[in-house]
């Protein structure tokens, strides 16, 4: 499965029992906040949606055309780091599924210890969401 070029932050999980079951539970664009614990509420508007942080930022985001089923690319309209990322699950083998979720940053200050700082926000944000979604394996 292709994924984003060159993405600074991947992080790869194992669902039971199938893509089409992972996809029905966090697959929904504007349905954020019922799946993952770090958001409050989640709102959608066309292609483009807001979330509500537990600690009370909000996020902005818009759905980017996606290559393939089971695939959300999007990205991030404002805030310190853009980025573009992707949520992605394919069956892997009969009973199991692979789930990917990574992101490039773009635009946004250079400072590397920045970068890494925000490499390491969105890698909790993404490790809760699969987990809450009862994704194993989770690297």
């Known amino acids: 499965m292709e994924g984003l070029s060159q993405p600074d932050l991947v992080v790869q999980a194992l669902y039971t029992p199938s893509a089409d079951h992972f996809w029905r539970r966090a697959g929904d664009f504007g349905?954020?906040?019922?799946?993952?614990?770090?958001?409050?509420?989640c709102r959608q508007r066309g292609s483009k949606r807001s979330f509500n942080l537990l600690d009370g930022r909000v996020i902005h985001e818009r759905l980017l055309p996606s290559k393939g089923p089971h695939q959300l690319r999007y990205t991030r309209v404002d805030g310190p780091f853009r980025y573009e990322a992707e949520l992605s699950a394919h069956d892997d083998q009969p009973g199991l599924a692979c789930v990917r979720w990574s992101v490039r940053l773009g635009a946004g200050p250079d400072d590397p210890e920045l970068r890494a700082i925000a490499c390491a926000g969105l890698r909790e944000f993404?490790?809760?969401?699969?987990?809450?979604?009862?994704?194993?394996?989770i690297e």
């Open 31 to 41: 349905a954020l906040a019922s799946w993952h614990p770090h958001v409050q509420a």
């Open 126 to 137: 993404f490790v809760a969401g699969l987990e809450a979604v009862g994704c194993e394996s």
